[in-house]
């Protein structure tokens, strides 16, 4: 079973990091977030940490994370899905690699709509996920 771990970064003005992946084939220009596909032997945990390093240069800690989604409830093949967030005391410095053409940061109600506005069913996971808990 293929598993997806990312991760949603609120900094301390209370935005979002939103991500804009680069011409991907199936979901275009969509807007997504740091994280990715478990590789070997790897935790969901281990999988977010490495994939957001890699996407967006920034180093997880962590004990600053909590997993507030798991399940395959959104996904029409199967696959799991793993979701952490975490609120940082500072904005951090972004470095996106080749998967992202762009990022910027969003208000709560901003990052929704286009969570929900998105061809990935992930991130209509996690627009609901967040509206639920009222993150």
């Known amino acids: 079973m293929k598993k997806v771990a990312k991760l949603v970064i609120i900094d301390k003005d209370k935005k979002y990091l939103l991500l804009y992946r680069n011409d991907h084939p199936v979901f275009g220009n969509d807007p997504d977030l740091p994280g990715g596909t478990l590789e070997g032997l790897e935790s969901t945990l281990e999988t977010m940490i490495r994939e957001v390093q890699e996407e967006v240069g920034i180093l997880v800690d962590k004990d600053a994370v909590e997993e507030i989604y798991s399940g ?3 996904s029409a ?10 609120q940082l005391i500072d904005r951090p410095t972004v470095n996106i690699s080749w998967e992202h053409a762009s ?7 901003s990052f929704l709509a286009k969570a929900r506005g998105a061809s990935d069913t992930y991130m209509h996971m996690v627009g609901e996920t967040l509206t639920k808990m009222g993150l």
Request: glycine share 10%; charged share 15%.
């Open 103 to 109: 990022y910027d940061w969003q208000g709560r109600a």
């Open 72 to 74: 395959v409830e959104y």
């Open 77 to 86: 093949h199967g696959t799991s899905y793993s979701l952490f967030i975490t």
